[in-house]
Structure formats: C-alpha cells, structure tokens
C-alpha cells in the first residue's frame, strides 16, 4: 500500500507500475483508483503508470477540508511536483476531467504532455444557457438528500446507470463497496462542488493535445458533452465508443487502451516539439 503525503494530514493511496512517461489516471466523483484495474497492466508496458485516489476517496485517508476540485487539483500539483514527474499523460474520467482542468488553469501546460478526457461535461450543472448540462437544482438537491438518508440504494441505481449492460453481481459489489468508503458528509460536500464549477470559458485556452472518449449510450453524459468539447479545444479528438456509457475503459477496455495509447504514440512521434520528446 503506497500513500504519498501530499500535505500535512493528507495521504494519497496510489498505484504504480512500469517506467517511461507518467501516465496518471484520475477517477469520478466518490470512485477511486480501482476503477482503472484494466489499465495498468496494458499501459505499464510502456509508460509509468499511476492510479492515484483522490483526497477522501478510495484509500485516501479522509480528510473534513479541501474536499473541491480546485484542491484536488493542487493536491495533484503536488504529487507530481515532489515527485519530480515530468511531461506528464492526465487521464480523466468524470469529475477526473474537471480535475484536469482545474490543474491546467492553476498550473498550466508546462508539464504536461497531453490529457485524455472521458465522459464529461464542461459542467455538470444545467446553466440558463447550457442546456445539456446533467444537473438542474432540484436533481442536485435530490442527490444530496439521497446521498444524507438513502445513499447504498441510491449508489446501487446510479452505478447500475453509468453502464450499458447490466453490471454483473461481482462488479456490483466492488464497485458499491468503493463508493461507500467515505463518509456520508464529504460524499455531499465533493458533489455540491463538482456539480456547479464550469470550465466552458477555460475551454478555448487548452493547447495541449486532448483526447475526448465518450460512451455512445446516453444515461448519464450525452454525446453532445463530447461534440462540445470537440468544437471548444483547438487541438482534440473525439473518440466514440459504440458499447458503452459512462466507463468505456471498462465497458470496452481493450478498444480504449488501444485508443489511448494510439494518441499518445502519434502525439509523441508525429507532433511534439523536441522539449516534449522523451
């Protein structure tokens, strides 16, 4: 069990296997690095790969503060900083993306080699003038009601919806048991927050190349979330993948990891500038 201590008090569980360029997979709201489980054989073949649980999540100690994108975000600053990564790969999934974000609009592009983004809006929240959003306030409050009074029932129809095809009884029982680890109050506290924060602005500014995977079936995150992107991120791809939903690296791993690792080789090779290059 490997924890890195990010700040004093905060220890993030993480995972890593093989050598070369960092690749870091970010999970979603309330998941945790376990998701990834699929990835890290593939791309350690070829890179260093890390699955990193978030502040309070997975096997993160819990902590009652920080618990906002924006403080993932510079907690994730801090692990690749102290541990002297360098032209980093970001992968995230769901809240992952806005952690992503948020890293590149504190930090910036410096670091970072490209960023791969799965099956997310640039909010989660239904604007006046972004009506694809996820959320409008009653289903937020809805959530937070739930999430406070009824949360394993809850869980168990929500995980059920980011999936396709029914989840089989052993994925079912994994995935509630990581869902459940933290407690009920930062539960409510990373969804208020990751619910309402809007990078729509930000979006134009991101230079780095982006790879935007996003599931053909529509329960949680609509297409249009990805064709948005597409059109908002100069340099990005849109990848879709015609059997899944929320978690294309699970529902289609092979096809995923090969889609990945595909835009790495091509940005490394065919377009990086020679500070980028290995």
Known sequence: MALFEVEEGVRLYYEEEGQGRPIIFIHGVW??????????????RKYKTILLDLRSHGKSNHVHHGNTVSVYAKDLHAFISKRGLKDVILVGWSMGAFVVWDYLKQFGEGNVHSTVIVDELAS???WPDF???????????????????????????????????????????????????????????????????DYREFL?????????????????????????????????????FENSCHCPFL????????????????????????????
């Open 31 to 44: 998941m945790s690095s376990r998701f990834f489980a699929k990835q890290l054989p593939y791309f350690s």
């Open 124 to 126: 989660d929240f239904k």
């Open 131 to 197: 009506d694809i959003g996820a959320f409008d306030i009653a289903t937020l409050i809805a959530f937070m009601t739930e999430i406070q009074t009824n949360r394993t029932p809850f869980l168990r129809t929500f995980l059920s919806s980011m999936f396709k095809n029914e989840l089989s009884e052993e994925d079912a029982h994994w995935m509630l048991e990581e869902v459940t680890k933290m407690p009920e109050s930062i539960a409510s506290s990373i969804l208020f927050d990751q619910s309402i924060v």
């Open 204 to 240: 134009p500014n991101i230079t780095v190349p982006t790879l935007l995977c996003f599931g053909r079936e529509e329960k949680v995150i609509p297409v249009a979330a990805g064709e948005h992107l597409h059109e908002n991120i100069t340099d990005s791809q849109l990848a879709i």
């Open 251 to 278: 529902e289609e791993s092979n096809l995923f990891n090969k889609t990945v690792n595909d835009f790495i080789q091509k940005e490394t090779d065919g377009g990086m500038d020679g500070a980028k290059n290995p």
